[in-house]
């Protein structure tokens, strides 16, 4: 069970950073502390 909820919180993670950055890590609209 907890390696199933690490996996879940992993996949998680990865779903922010996609949605928050783009290909060259650089913060997207989505980030509210850009000012953009």
């Keep these: 069970l907890k390696k ?3 996996a879940k ?7 922010v950073a996609a949605i928050t950055l783009d290909a060259t890590g650089t913060p ?3 980030a509210p502390l850009d000012g953009a």
């Design 4 to 6: 199933r909820c690490e």
């Design 28 to 30: 997207t609209g989505t």
């Design 9 to 15: 919180l992993k996949e998680a993670e990865e779903k």
